[in-house]
């Protein structure tokens, strides 16, 4: 069985810096996908980010970018920047199979202004 | 574009009653997704569905009950409602098997009392 684990539960930064969060993963597949979502206040979730795990380039979009770590299973996000509207909780999640995907039990995070 | 629709949003039940939260997408997605989420935690598979007419258990499936009649909707069924089951539900979407990017439902927060 696949497994997240997120060790930070909160953090907080101020606005305008940057934040890394951390995600450590253990699974027995060669192949799969690993990714950020952000849970805002009103409780949608959304994607944020996305790392094929044969893919050796760390993923990018924007502000928010991972530093994946195959052979340590590592898969932190730094967010820079960080804006009032990143206020959320992020969680951490891997999938190999369309009906397999595991969660991280998230990390909350506050920017302040 | 609606996406994914959940219904109700918030939902007071006895021990022993029973209900059914209603989720449709108007995506034309495949694969559709019942998650639980518990504080603290990251969300759990329930059950999913890979097209019309195919359900199967996910993670934590005991004392559900799904059915798949269409391609948009994906309703789930709890019965005689138990405390264990004070959950915030999510329902998901996705057009792909394994890229990962579901798009999900607002939210049902779930009270069993």
């Known amino acids: 069985a696949q497994t997240v684990t997120q060790s930070q539960p909160e953090m907080s930064v101020q606005e305008a810096e940057t934040v890394t969060l951390s995600c450590t993963y253990d699974t027995s597949e060669s192949n799969y996908y690993l990714f950020w979502y952000k849970q805002p206040p009103s409780r949608q979730m959304i994607l944020v980010i996305r790392q094929e795990a044969y893919k050796q380039q760390n993923a990018t979009e924007n502000r928010f970018s991972v530093n994946f770590q195959k052979a340590a299973k590592s898969f932190s996000l730094k967010i820079s920047d960080s804006q009032l509207g990143d206020t959320a909780m992020y969680f951490c999640?891997?999938?190999?199979?369309?009906?397999?995907?595991?969660f991280g039990a998230g990390t909350r995070l506050t920017v302040k202004p | 574009n609606a996406g994914v629709t959940q219904t109700p949003k918030f939902r007071i039940l006895k021990i022993g009653q029973s209900m059914t939260l209603q989720c449709t997408q108007d995506m034309n997605h495949n694969y559709m997704y019942w998650y639980r989420q518990d504080p603290g935690m990251g969300l759990k598979l329930i059950y999913y569905s890979v097209g019309a007419g195919i359900t199967d258990k996910g993670e934590v499936p005991n004392g559900y009950n799904v059915s798949r009649s269409t391609t948009e909707d994906f309703p789930l069924r709890l019965e005689l409602a138990a405390p264990s089951q004070t959950s915030v539900y999510f329902c998901a979407s996705s057009g792909t098997a394994n890229t990962g990017e579901l798009f999900f439902g607002e939210g049902s927060r779930l009270t069993v009392l």
């Open positions: 999640a891997i999938q190999n199979t369309y009906n397999d995907m595991r």
